[in-house]
């Protein structure tokens, strides 16, 4: 109940007008259900999920991709997350190709240690996973192995979405795990109230607090709520090793478009590893054919309720769009806490 908690209850006094906030991050979705903040919010004020899970925001085409490599006879090995993502033609799960569920990198190349076939490894995730894979990629892995980098970084399409004014924001909460890595100083370039936040129900509404008196105070710049985790330079040695095998490169999210310098693709000296040259992929745009609006939520002007497949024609045991598959998606953490508005 807000006014049992005395942060709730400094939150209903700040909010002195409508307030809209955004996160980009799936955990802080998960928490914010689970612990019922939203029925804790002064009725003005509002936060919205953005593009904060990553497998959420692969689009159709690279799924398509990896469809195409199961297709091909190789190995596929990625998270249980996205196989049950809908391709144009299927799902990894159901495709009837080899592909196995692997914790992450380490048991990919395992895997093709053991064989003699192509292996593989869809590599999804923000700054927070990229660093994991890149030192896995300078051991030296076999040479029947291979990733499909689907990485994104988080600043570019925060850019995108100020620059669209799309969705009224009057500020970002930030993901506290993918800072930990990328550190601050990326994003004190965006002049609108930004707060780091961590992941327990008091660490949010602080981070909500945090904002909304920016807002009364007509400020904008960013705001550590999370500093036993996050520091302001983030790892160093993580974002060396990640830029040491990756560059950026412009990507298509679900549900935007060709984003500059918000994927992460392999470097030349490592286009070995690199399965979309290795076996000449080209991701394809594919055009959405289904009443699922995952792009709307996404980009923070649709709550998953507001879709009309919600519950109904699409729950987790048969998801339309990725934002039901995905333990980070909006849809799938909504059904899951139907109470939580
Ligand atoms: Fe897409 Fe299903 Fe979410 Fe609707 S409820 S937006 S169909 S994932």
Same mark, same amino acid.
């Given at each position: #109940?807000? +006014?049992?908690?005395?942060?709730?209850?400094?939150?209903?006094?700040?909010?002195?007008?409508?307030?809209?906030? #955004?996160?980009?991050?799936?955990? +802080?979705?998960?928490?914010?259900?689970?612990?019922?903040?939203? *029925?804790?919010?002064?009725?003005?004020?509002?936060?919205?999920?953005?593009?904060?899970?990553?497998?959420?925001?692969?689009?159709?085409?690279?799924?398509?991709?990896?469809?195409?490599?199961?297709?091909?006879?190789?190995?596929?090995?990625?998270?249980?997350?996205?196989?049950?993502?809908?391709?144009?033609?299927?799902?990894?799960?159901?495709?009837?190709?080899?592909?196995?569920?692997?914790?992450?990198?380490?048991?990919?190349?395992?895997?093709?240690?053991?064989?003699?076939?192509?292996?593989?490894?869809? *590599?999804?995730?923000?700054?927070?996973?990229?660093?994991?894979?890149?030192?896995?990629?300078?051991?030296?892995?076999?040479?029947?192995?291979?990733?499909?980098?689907?990485?994104?970084?988080?600043?570019?399409?925060?850019?995108?979405?100020? *620059?669209?004014?799309?969705?009224?924001?009057?500020?970002? #909460?930030?993901?506290?795990?993918?800072?930990?890595?990328?550190?601050?100083?990326?994003?004190? =370039?965006?002049?609108?109230?930004?707060?780091?936040?961590?992941?327990?129900?008091?660490?949010?509404?602080?981070?909500?607090?945090?904002?909304?008196?920016?807002?009364?105070?007509?400020?904008?710049?960013?705001?550590?709520?999370?500093?036993?985790?996050?520091?302001?330079?983030?790892?160093?040695?993580?974002?060396?090793? #990640?830029?040491?095998?990756?560059?950026?490169?412009?990507?298509?999210?679900?549900?935007?478009?060709?984003?500059?310098?918000?994927?992460?693709?392999?470097?030349?000296?490592?286009? =070995?590893?690199?399965?979309?040259?290795?076996?000449?992929?080209?991701?394809?745009?594919?055009?959405?054919?289904?009443?699922?609006?995952?792009?709307?939520?996404?980009?923070?002007?649709?709550?998953? *309720?507001?879709?009309?497949?919600?519950?109904?024609?699409?729950?987790?045991?048969?998801?339309?769009?990725?934002?039901?598959?995905?333990?980070?998606?909006?849809?799938?953490?909504?059904?899951?806490?139907?109470?939580?508005?």
């Amino acid at each position: #109940m807000a +006014h049992d908690n005395p942060i709730a209850k400094k939150l209903a006094e700040l909010t002195d007008r409508p307030m809209t906030f #955004m996160h980009v991050c799936g955990t +802080h979705e998960a928490a914010i259900a689970k612990n019922g903040i939203r *029925s804790m919010l002064p009725g003005n004020l509002k936060i919205v999920m953005g593009p904060g899970c990553p497998v959420c925001i692969t689009p159709q085409g690279e799924i398509d991709a990896a469809l195409e490599l199961a297709a091909k006879g190789c190995i596929i090995a990625t998270y249980g997350d996205l196989l049950r993502v809908p391709g144009s033609e299927g799902t990894l799960e159901s495709c009837g190709g080899d592909v196995r569920i692997v914790q992450g990198v380490h048991k990919a190349i395992e895997i093709a240690q053991k064989t003699d076939k192509e292996v593989v490894f869809v *590599s999804v995730g923000f700054e927070t996973t990229a660093p994991t894979v890149a030192a896995m990629l300078l051991t030296n892995p076999p040479a029947n192995f291979s990733i499909l980098s689907f990485h994104r970084i988080v600043p570019p399409a925060m850019q995108w979405l100020l *620059s669209q004014g799309e969705a009224r924001l009057d500020g970002f #909460m930030l993901p506290g795990h993918v800072l930990t890595v990328a550190g601050i100083e990326e994003y004190r =370039q965006f002049q609108v109230p930004q707060v780091v936040a961590g992941f327990e129900a008091d660490d949010i509404l602080l981070g909500l607090c945090m904002l909304a008196q920016q807002v009364r105070d007509g400020t904008g710049f960013v705001e550590n709520a999370y500093p036993r985790a996050v520091q302001e330079e983030g790892n160093p040695k993580a974002k060396a090793i #990640m830029d040491q095998v990756f560059e950026p490169c412009d990507v298509e999210w679900r549900g935007f478009p060709v984003i500059p310098k918000s994927g992460l693709k392999l470097r030349d000296e490592f286009s =070995q590893y690199d399965a979309q040259k290795k076996f000449n992929i080209v991701y394809k745009k594919v055009s959405k054919n289904s009443a699922c609006i995952c792009d709307k939520v996404l980009r923070g002007i649709a709550d998953p *309720s507001d879709c009309k497949l919600f519950g109904k024609v699409c729950t987790p045991r048969t998801p339309v769009g990725p934002c039901m598959v995905s333990h980070e998606g909006a849809c799938k953490i909504w059904h899951s806490y139907p109470t939580h508005k």
